[in-house]
């Protein structure tokens, strides 16, 4: 069983949840920037929610699919298709071997999530299978996928099996979907324009009061130096009150720099182990799955919230994400019956 690549796309690669424990010896964590849309893709497929994927960016890839396959689409909408008829996102599809897969114009955020039931067999480089494109490690030989890889996979699970069986017996055009597809708001709506939310960083009197809030009160836009490692802004200039010198800090998805220049820079998934600027804030966890969707020109607005509200922010989504899981396992179960 395996996907051949007939075209790459723009950035094309393969992760999961990341390479976890490693960052005192200086290695990445890398992984999924949307860790949201990668969990759900795999939890629709009967996978553990931290199987690796493929990660679509902006410009998606052609496809050959050469096993009948249990797929979910997750993420940005790239207007992915089966032989040219358009195909559901954040819902089960099972495709017939032969078939191809490809995306057209991006009609919503940047990123694309692509899981196959069973995932990758490919090996796992400091327990992940997250390419890390710098350090060419993980995913297929490090690097991007290109024209004529083969990415092969393992055995689907039982349930997914059964699910596959049944819904081959529904087929109405070269690929089959379930009746049931995640509720509406367990997906993220992308927008041109985001809110997100953050809490006060370690250096965040250290800047001017003026900073302090225009942080809050203006909107910074995505620019095109952004790349998976950050985002960097432009906007309001940020200012210190005075020169900081500093010790290199540990750093973490999502935390907020500002460099000499004024203009901050959000850290994300290929993000460096510390940092040595000041931070003037942290994006909370639950909104990552936002910036990680923004693409350059988009806009961003903060709004700050506390420590506490952050927690609980993350406790109420991860316990939505075990009542679907839970909910997912019973629908694939009734599949078996």
Known sequence: MSV???????????????????????????????????????????????????????????????????????????????????????QPVYVKKGSTLQFGACKSGCRTYVAFAGGFNIPEVMESRSTYLRAKIGGLKGRALKVDDVITFRGPSEQAINMMEQLSGRMTHSFATTPWKLNEKLIPTYEKEYVVRLIRGSQFNDFTEESQEMLFQTKFQV???????????????????????????????????????????????????????????????????????????????????????????????????QELKAGILLKFSQFSL
């Open 4 to 90: 051949k690549v007939i075209r790459p796309g723009l950035l094309t690669t393969i992760q999961d949840l990341g390479r976890i424990g490693y960052q005192k010896y200086g290695v990445i964590v890398s992984g999924a920037m949307d860790s949201y849309a990668l969990r759900l893709a795999n939890l629709l497929v009967g996978n553990e929610e931290g199987e690796a994927s493929i990660e679509i960016t902006l410009t998606g890839p052609t496809l050959e699919i050469e096993a009948d396959s249990l797929i979910a689409i997750t993420g940005g909408d790239l207007s992915p298709s089966i032989n040219n008829e358009p195909i559901p996102l954040w």
């Open 223 to 321: 620019t095109p130096q952004s790349d998976r490692m950050g985002y960097r802004l432009a906007g309001e200039t940020l200012v210190l009150n005075s020169p900081l010198e500093m010790i290199s800090e540990a750093i973490s998805i999502g935390t907020i720099q500002v460099p000499p220049d004024g203009n901050p820079i959000i850290l994300l998934a290929d993000r460096q182990t510390i940092g040595g600027y000041p931070k003037i804030g942290q994006m909370i966890s639950v909104d990552l799955t936002l910036i990680a969707q923004a693409k350059p020109g988009d806009m961003i607005e903060f709004k700050e919230v506390s420590l506490k509200e952050a927690e609980e922010f993350f406790i109420k989504r991860e316990n939505e994400l």
